[in-house]
Every structure is written in C-alpha cells, then in structure tokens.
C-alpha cells in the first residue's frame, strides 16, 4: 500500500504524478500534452505500418501532425514550470517533456524516411 491508500500500478501511477498535489491548471497542462503525445505517437506508428511513399498528401498531413508534436513541447514546458515535480525535485518530473521531445526528432526522421520529403 502507498502514501494514498490505494494498491497496485493504479497507487504507484497517481503517486508518481503527484496527482493530488496538482492544481488544476497544471493538470489540463498534463493531459493536453500526454493526449498529443499518444495522438502523435498513434499517427505516426499507423504510417510507419502503412507507409505510402511519394504519396504528397500524406507527407503533407503528417508534416501537420508533426507541429502538433510542438504544440505539445509548449504545452509540455508550461506544465512543467507548473508543476509540483519540479518544486520538490521529486523523479520523473521531466519524463513528459523528455519523451515529447524525442518524439518530435523522430517523428520528423520518420517523415522524412517514409515519404521522401
């Protein structure tokens, strides 16, 4: 059992996060970035799977999908100066923003490789 009561990876998760000591603007902040990040994450594992090469259409769409990945650093960045990780140098606290990050190199590399662009 952890600090919140609760049991299992459900305990360890909200734990990990800090959930209960987020205000609510940091928690919009969290989950604005994360729905990007999985969004972006899901297009670009759909193109990688089903990849049309030369298809300009595509390449342009996933160029679009790819700025929504820097969307999500901006809103990354803001979540992170917001957040109660960073006030008490507790881990994990730059995982969000590290993983977005690397998602945009690679996005972009995935784009460039797949469509020739």
Request: proline content about 3%; aromatic content about 16%; overall charge positive.
């Amino acid at each position: 059992m952890d600090r919140t009561g609760t049991r299992g990876l459900l305990g360890v998760l909200t734990c990990w996060l800090a959930w209960e000591r987020r205000g609510r603007a940091n928690r919009v902040l969290f989950v604005a970035t994360l729905s990007l990040a999985v969004f972006v994450t899901l297009a670009f594992a759909w193109a990688t799977l089903q990849p049309y090469p030369g298809d300009f259409a595509r390449y342009f769409a996933y160029y679009w999908v790819w700025g929504l990945c820097a969307v999500a650093i901006l809103l990354g960045m803001a979540e992170y100066k917001t957040s109660p990780l960073r006030k008490r140098q507790e881990r994990g606290h730059l995982f969000l923003l590290l993983y977005v990050g690397a998602l945009l190199i690679i996005t972009r590399a995935l784009n460039m490789f797949l469509y020739g662009g």
